[in-house]
Every structure is written in C-alpha cells, then in structure tokens.
C-alpha cells in the first residue's frame, strides 16, 4: 500500500449494513456499486454534524511488523517493564505511541494474515503418531510456540477522530482477529480478546485526544496458541469498524427483530437496547419503523419516550405488523430493514438499519426439515475460513464468490465449522438464500467459553440465514453424563438469548446419551449407515448429518499414487469412519426423517492433511472443489442430484493415456438424465440406464481421440460431455468472474487460467510454470493451483498449474479516495502463447 503512515484517508459507511455489504462485493446489481461509492465520497466530505452517525471501515492505511513471543527485545519491549499493569496509561511499548517511528513498517490492509506468507517446517523426521496430528495442523507452517519470532504480529493505524467526536460514544468493532489480541489507543490498553474467532467490541472514547492531538490505535496480536487442529491463520483476518454515535445511542448488537406468522400477517416483536454514553439523564424518543427491500415503509411502531440514566443503559420492547409478508427462503431470501431512530429535542441523533428476514423453520423428527412450511433437504457443505492465495484474510467479494460456487453446485446450507462465521459471510448468506448453522468454538462453559458463545449470538441472531447453533463439534465428553451437562448449559444461554431457534451438536460417537440428549436436533458426523437404526430408538428426536461424505481426491488424478500424494478422483476414496457421496446421500435422500448433511467439506483447506499427514500434503483432500474452488468430479455428483430439474452428464476421466492403448481405463459417468449412452470416437458403447442419486461406469480400452457421454430424458437428447485427448501445452487462456470491480478492498478478481492446447483443448495432465504481471492500479493479492502438496508461495507474480489449471486473485489499488481504472494481467510462460484479461477497476 501507498497510504502515508501520518495520515488516514478513511472509508465512511453508511449505517445500512446492506450498503455497507456492496461496497464491493459480487453478486450484488453492478450498478449499485458507483451510488455506494459516490455516497461515501459525499459522507467523507460532509462536516461531523451531518451524519447522526458515521461509520468508518477501517480497511486501508495499516502498517505492520513481526513482534516476538520469546524476546521482549525484539517485542518492541513489550513485557520489559514490570509494572506494565501498574498503572492505566503507563506506556507499556513504545509501539503503541503516537510518535513511535513505524517508517520501517510494512504498508498492509485489513483482512490481513500473515501466516499464509510463512515458511513451510516440514519435520526433521516423522512425527510420533500422537503428536503428528499436531505437527501437520496448520499446513506445516512455521507458526506456534516453535517459531516464536513468527507467532506474534504488531498493527499500527492513525484512527480519523478528533474534536468534532468529543462527547459522542466512540468504539470499535472487530470482527475477527487470530489470536489473543491486545487493544491499545494511545498508549493504553483498552480492550482485546482472547477468542481467534468470535467477534468484539472495544469502547475507546475516554482514551481519545479531542485538542488536535493524533489518535494512535496499535495491537498486540498472539497467534503463538491455536484453537483447532486446522490451518487459523494470524492476524486481524475480519473486517474492523470504526463508529462515532451520539451519547443517545443504539449500542452494538442492540436491536433484535423476531417475527411470528398469524393469520393477518407477520407480528414483529423488537427488543432495543439503547445507551446514555453522556454524565447527565437524558430523555429521548424511539422511533422505528420496517421498510420492504424497495425501500417502502410497511410497518410502523408507536413512538416510545424513554428516560436514560447517567452512563446507564435501557431495553424497550414493542411490536408492530407487517400485512402480507414476503418470506424469506433459498428460493426467494427477501429482506427487510428495521429503521431504528433515537430523537432528542425532536432532533435525530442517532439511526441505525438492521436487515431482517421474515421466515418459519422446523427441524422434525418425521418429516425432517421445513421452511415456510415447505418440505427441504438441507444439502449443506462444511467450510473453514481459507482460501488459496490469501489464507483466512478473505474479502467479502471471495466469500460471495465461494457462495456462489456452492450454489452452482446444489448447494442451499453451509455449516461453518468450527467457530463464528465471519459477519460478512453473513451479510451475504442473507441476500443469496444460504442456511447457516453457526458454531461457536468451546464445548464448555467457562467465563470465556460463555462470553464467546454470548458474543457469536448477539452477533448474528438478526439473519435469516441462521437456521441453527451448533454448541460443539466431536468433543470428548460428548457422550458422557458431563458432555450432557455441558451442553444443556450452553443450550440454555442459546435460548435465553434467541428462544426462536433449536440448537445441534455435532457427534461422532455416543448419541444414544450425553450431549444428545441436551441438543434440539442430533448431529451425526458420519456413521450415517447408524443413523435409521438410531432413528428406532429415538423416534421423536430430529436428527442431521453435520459432516457427512469426507471423501478425499486429488482433482484432476485419476489414480492412486501414495509416493507423490495422489488420490484418485473417483468417487470411491475416502478414510476408514467417512464414506463415498453416493453412499451417504442415497441413505440421506430416502430418509424423510433426516434433514439433510453436510458434506466435509466444500472446498479443500491448508492443515489437517488427508489421507496424507506427512509432508509435502500440506492440506485436506476433502473438497468437492479444490483450495482454489475449481470443481472436482464429486461436485459434479452433487449438482446432478441436488439440482435434478437441470439436466447434466458430467464424464470422467481425461482422455489423454499415452502408453496406455488397449488397455481398459475406468469411465464414469455423473448426471441425472434417465439414460446416458457413451461414445469413443463416435462408435457406441452402449447406452444406459442411471439409477437415482446414482452413477454409470464402464470400462473403456484406451484409444486416443474423442470422448462423449449424451444423457437422454424420454428419448431426446437433454445434456452432454465431452473429454479429448489434447496435445502438448501450446497456450493460455485467463478469463474473469466478472469485468467491472470497486476499487475497495472489500472486492476481488477471481481470475482463472487454464493450460490449452493448439486446437484450444484444455492440457488436464499440464503443470507449466506461469508468471504474473499487471499493469494499471491493481495487484495480484494471491495465487493458486489447488495442488495439496503444493509448497510455492501464495503471494508474488509466479505459479505453477496444476492439471491444467491456477488461479489468481486481483485488487484495485487505487487509495483511499478510491481511485481506480483500467488493470491488465497477462499470464505467460516457456513454449506457451501468452493470455490477457482487462478488468476494470471503480471508485
């Protein structure tokens, strides 16, 4: 980044979260982007008193620098003085200053994680079995108490408040940051968390200069620690906010929208918390009311006068009626926007919008899982937070392109496992009618395990899209009289702060008893050949698959090859407790009873390498798409049978065997035509029925050439596929998500590059070494190929493919005044025909 370190040119949002959420993200109508953006130029310009509340996203101008878990000294002499807390306001690092000189600093922007830029450490020799586990975690990287000079980060940014914002309620919203985060505003410490996931607030009003001092934010942040057995990343990972509000203010999380469907409509209950940030009592008049998603008034709550103590705080509830709602659903995910408005003197001084979705879920133990009334399967993915090229610092347009690619696939339900999911995904889960079952991190119930589980529901209570919370994930004591106790007290916090939804844990043993029997819906996590005779026993328990599958493959491999880590993409690989797609999902389908599963996973992830945890596997296998969201064949399975009313025939392997003529090679066939004939260089072999949520197989003797597998539906041809046996790389091709972009950070090209050969076929077996450049305001921010043993940096302007294909993943530069223009990438490499895309970039 450019930014100057002194100065901070800061992107104001709107209060509307949906405006906010369009500020680059994809999916959303193009032409909303350049309003969005012409109305932030308008706000940043505007004098302090125009807005009641001002919103910064705090995205650009950070600077960065390694700090050291084991060497105060190289700490930035954090910890050296004794009495570091002795006194509030002591310097406890110069870091933390004002006037520390950062010039050394790296220029960064937020999402940001630094552990994606670190070095492999692959072990000197195999680990011992019970600590390999431990070892290959996080993908083999160099991060964790044996690498403390890389295991603590340092962030730095000049906040854009001053003496205009005296006397207003000031803080800070975080939405992420791995680990153990330390919070300071000036020199001093004013909050943090110890959570790597669930989101936190930070007050920083009394820490503030107001006489035209500068206002210097720093943390501390401790990634020495993990919390799970997977690739977390390090840093601040999530979006951050800045919010300046009247001393009469709507508080974070203060307003909750519940809904009930009656007869005449929709009777909306709202539960408002609002805060006197001010010395004296205050008198203030609440009004609020609910606009449709073209923006009409169709509901309107009687106005409330409400007397607020000194520094004190207060809940109102009321309710109004919406006539006609339209639901929120997977088909049709309508929103809603209560407009919250807090009045002084007739005056508005404070207003908040909080989109909401009107809908009605059941989870049943016969007919399984309804929304609206609507019978539905859940076909739902399980997913961490990572991606090729940029770790877990993913932008809220990658989050909407992740979506949209589960979409494509069948998919209507995302579990995100095993911790809070970002507020941005979300935001975004809302609008494109994605089901959430959320999950907090900490099966217990300590002090901090309740404030995180707290935190996680207060968060996301208002989206529709949260169908469950999940309270644990295969603990320990899941099946113990402890494990029940454990859970029935994290249940009982999840009612108490959102009676309207039921609540699950994922098991993969002891359902008959513990934690099962404290949960409203029972999660199995595989075993899903035990669920109908569990089903028996407890006939009136609703029951979900919430890891189902972990089938492992290598997309693009067609056979097994335990030297170089490769597993075959047939749709029969998987570890001893998992089970193929097709097994799982024929005993899913035919189940009225089970309401669906989750697949583990969606997309492949660093760390937990499967089936292979020694290094170079320095990710999963699981994916039915790969690191980088390119499908492998298992997707193609899904999308056959989870969306049934679009023909497909998907045909597997390649075509390209050289050495192998004669001899039989398996040929497959996905799709969900009644019938599918196969044809090798125009010659028949024969044509078939294919059996539901089933697949088709022959074995085929190798000859080069063409191909074809047509699906038939009552006779007449209904879908395709192809497979050509190519010659060698000759060119590329790189094509785009999309063509136009923000120029904030919060969006991002999805560049794909494929390998062709000189008739234009793609290479499926080509590994050629690429190189990057781009001209215009725009940078490559990460690369990738989808190869799990792959250990080439994410960042920088050089990768291989990888069966033919790479990703790269592009952003405007333009500054903070959101600058931006024409940007062209061109790929190249050795003995191959260049390829560029032009992407434009907008303020």
Not at 60 to 82: C, E, L, P
Not at 95 to 124: G, I, K, M
Not at 329 to 339: E, Q
Not at 541 to 567: C, F, L, M, Q, W
């Amino acid at each position: 980044m450019t930014d100057s370190p002194q100065i901070v040119r800061p992107r104001i949002l709107t209060t509307d979260r949906r405006k906010a959420m369009a500020l680059g993200v994809a999916g959303l109508a193009a032409t909303t982007l350049p309003q969005v953006a012409a109305a932030r130029a308008e706000e940043a310009t505007a004098p302090a008193s125009a807005s009641p509340r001002r919103t910064w996203l705090l995205d650009r101008g950070w600077r960065f620098h390694m700090g050291h878990a084991a060497d105060m000294t190289k700490d930035f002499d954090w910890g050296i003085n004794q009495r570091t807390y002795a006194k509030p306001g002591l310097v406890t690092s110069p870091a933390a200053v004002a006037d520390f000189d950062e010039s050394a600093w790296s220029h960064v922007s937020v999402p940001h994680d630094w552990a994606v830029d670190l070095p492999f450490a692959p072990p000197a020799a195999p680990a011992p079995e019970d600590k390999a586990d431990a070892v290959a975690a996080h993908g083999f990287k160099a991060i964790g108490r044996a690498f403390p000079e890389n295991s603590v980060g340092w962030y730095r940014l000049r906040l854009p408040v001053g003496g205009g914002d005296k006397g207003r309620a000031i803080w800070l919203e975080f939405d992420g940051v791995f680990r153990a985060c330390k919070v300071f505003v000036n020199g001093f410490e004013a909050g943090g968390s110890e959570s790597g996931y669930a989101p936190f607030k930070v007050d920083i009003a009394d820490f503030l200069d107001y006489e035209g001092g500068p206002n210097q934010l720093a943390l501390r942040v401790d990634a020495s620690l993990g919390e799970g057995w997977f690739y977390e990343g390090a840093g601040i990972y999530r979006n951050v906010h800045l919010v300046s509000a009247d001393a009469a203010h709507v508080p974070q999380w203060g307003t909750c929208v519940r809904s009930e469907i009656d007869a005449a409509g929709a009777r909306v209950s709202l539960a408002t918390t609002l805060a006197n940030h001010s010395e004296g009592a205050l008198a203030v008049t609440l009004r609020q009311s609910v606009r449709d998603d073209a923006g009409r008034e169709v509901a309107r709550a009687a106005d409330r006068q409400v007397e607020l103590a000194p520094l004190g705080r207060t809940e109102t509830a009321q309710d109004t009626h919406i006539a006609a709602p339209q639901l929120w659903s997977p088909a049709s995910p309508v929103l809603y926007t209560l407009i919250t408005e807090v009045l002084r003197d007739g005056a508005v001084v404070d207003r908040t919008e909080t989109p909401f979705g009107i809908r009605t879920v059941t989870f049943d133990a016969v007919k399984g899982f309804t929304i609206n009334g609507q019978n539905v399967k859940l076909m739902g993915v399980c997913n961490h937070q990572d991606h090729a090229g940029v770790g877990t610092a993913i932008p809220d347009a990658l989050h909407a392109w992740r979506v949209d690619r589960s979409i494509e696939m069948g998919v209507n339900s995302w579990r995100s496992a095993h911790n809070p999911a970002a507020q941005a995904l979300l935001d975004i889960c809302d609008r494109k009618g994605m089901m959430m079952i959320a999950e907090t991190r900490l099966n217990t119930t300590n002090p901090e395990a309740m404030d995180e589980l707290e935190r996680m529901i207060l968060s996301s209570r208002n989206h529709p899209s949260v169908i469950l919370w999940s309270v644990g994930n295969e603990e320990g004591h899941q099946g113990s009289e402890r494990g029940r106790r454990i859970s029935a007290e994290l249940v009982a916090r999840c009612k108490a702060l959102d009676p309207t939804r039921l609540t699950t844990q994922a098991m993969d043993t002891g359902w008959d008893g513990g934690a099962a029997e404290a949960v409203d819906v029972v999660g199995f996590n595989y075993r899903t050949d035990k669920i109908p005779a569990w089903h028996q026993r407890h006939p009136n328990k609703p029951v979900i698959g919430t890891e189902t599958g972990s089938t492992v493959s290598t997309r693009g491999a067609y056979e097994n090859d335990a030297a170089r880590h490769i597993v075959k993409a047939y749709d029969t690989e998987h570890p001893w407790w998992a089970s193929t797609a097709e097994e799982w999902w024929t005993i899913v389908a035919n189940a009225p009873y089970i309401a669906g599963g989750f697949i583990w996973t969606g997309f492949d992830y660093r760390g937990e390498p499967t089936p292979y945890p020694a290094f170079p596997s320095v990710a999963s296998y699981f994916g039915a798409m790969d690191s980088c969201g390119f499908a492998k064949d298992n997707y193609y399975y899904y999308r056959a049978w989870w969306r049934p009313d679009q023909p497909l025939v998907h045909l597997l392997p390649h075509w390209n065997w050289a050495g192998r003529e004669g001899q039989p090679i398996p040929v497959w066939a996905h799709g969900n035509c009644e019938e599918i004939e196969l044809l090798l260089n125009g010659k028949s072999l024969g044509r078939k029925a294919m059996p539901r949520n089933g697949h088709l197989e022959w074995q085929v003797p190798y000859a080069p050439g063409k191909l074809e597998a047509r699906g038939y539906n009552g006779g007449r041809l209904a879908a395709q596929d192809t497979r050509v046996t190519a010659g060698a790389p000759a060119k590329l091709r790189v094509t785009a998500d999309r063509k136009r972009y923000s120029a904030a950070i919060a969006d991002a090209a999805m560049l794909r590059v494929e390998v062709l050969d000189k008739a234009g076929n793609l290479v499926p077996t080509a590994d050629s070494a690429l190189n990057f450049t781009v001209s215009g305001p725009g940078k490559i921010i990460g690369l990738g190929n989808g190869n799990p043993t792959s250990t080439e940096p994410d960042k920088g302007a050089a990768r291989k493919a990888f069966n033919g294909l790479a990703q790269a993943i592009v952003q405007g530069t333009g500054q903070s005044s959101g600058a931006g223009g024409a940007v062209r990438v061109t790929v190249s490499g050795a003995g191959l025909a260049s390829a560029a895309v032009d992407l434009s970039f907008y303020s």
